[in-house]
């Protein structure tokens, strides 16, 4: 396969429209889908020892979230149709949705109407309700996992760390630890406690704090610092960042973002 295919197994790719850190997302066809899809492309490089590490955990990723997909079957969250994993690439299909994620509303300059967050949060947390209905933890919620566009409609992607409950098993349980986004992990999965849906609360909470904010709650300097303000969990009230926020909505932004998952909502159907 070359730098820049054309066709990958029965997909004919149209053109480039995202590109990140690991993968490389086309908007493709194929025969038997009547929509477009978007195909995302992982390459593996194995030249580097911690390469290959990666490698391998990337994988592992990819099957999850073609597992914990394919149980999944709701409007505001992104649908998997195919997952191929060969020696040196592998690939997601799924519905190409054409938004963009909830990053480009996180700042001061860019602040949505306060209606139109709480519609947006409002579909997410339908959204991680069903999907622990059916036994699934998130554990990745964050702005750039959540897509919307023109029309305010939402979709949730990446499950690839999602947390399947059911399973109970050392190796679904550990194995993303040292993965995810400390900003918006909640303090029990810092410390590596038994997760359920108050973990996804908390990261939406987070994510609700953003938006309504225009910046992020947790910040610092490295990781490690991070982590200690999100465990540390001492979170401003939001009508000091925005006067017009309602006391009603701050009250659940204060619960949602509760360090202690019994004082928060105790499911995103709640929320």
């Not at 996992?145 to 499950?159: A, P, Q, R, Y």
């Not at 109970?168 to 997760?195: N, R």
């Not at 225009?214 to 009230?237: K, Q, W």
Request: charged share 30%; with cysteine; net charge negative.
């Amino acid at each position: 396969m070359d730098n820049s295919p054309e066709k990958i197994g029965k997909y004919k790719l149209i053109r480039e429209v995202g590109r990140g850190a690991t993968a490389t997302v086309y908007l493709a066809e194929h025969p038997q889908y009547p929509d477009p899809v978007a195909l995302k492309l992982v390459r593996f490089d194995d030249k580097a020892k911690d390469e290959a590490k990666w490698n391998r955990r990337l994988m592992k990723l990819l099957r999850a979230e073609r597992d914990v997909s394919s149980r999944l079957d709701h409007p505001n969250i992104i649908k998997i149709f195919d997952t191929t994993v060969e020696k040196d690439y592998a690939y997601i299909v799924m519905e190409y949705f054409p938004g963009t994620t909830l990053e480009q509303y996180c700042s001061f300059q860019s602040l949505l109407p306060l209606h139109r967050v709480i519609g947006m949060i409002f579909k997410c947390a339908m959204a991680l309700d069903y999907a622990y209905r059916q036994g699934i933890v998130h554990r990745d919620i964050k702005p750039a996992n959540i897509l919307v566009d023109e029309h305010d409609n939402v979709k949730i992607t990446d499950f690839g760390l999602a947390l399947n409950i059911s399973k109970k098993s050392a190796a679904d349980s550990t194995f993303i630890m040292g993965v995810g986004s400390p900003a918006y992990m909640s303090p029990e999965q810092i410390e590596g406690l038994e997760l359920d849906a108050r973990s996804d609360v908390f990261a939406l909470g987070a994510v609700l704090w953003e938006l309504l904010a225009g910046e992020r709650l947790f910040v610092a300097e490295t990781e490690s610092e991070t982590l200690a303000r999100v465990s540390a969990c001492e979170v401003p009230d939001i009508r000091v960042r925005r006067s017009d926020v309602p006391e009603g909505v701050a009250a659940l932004v204060d619960r949602a973002l509760a360090r202690d998952p019994a004082a928060r909502f105790s499911t995103a159907q709640e929320m």
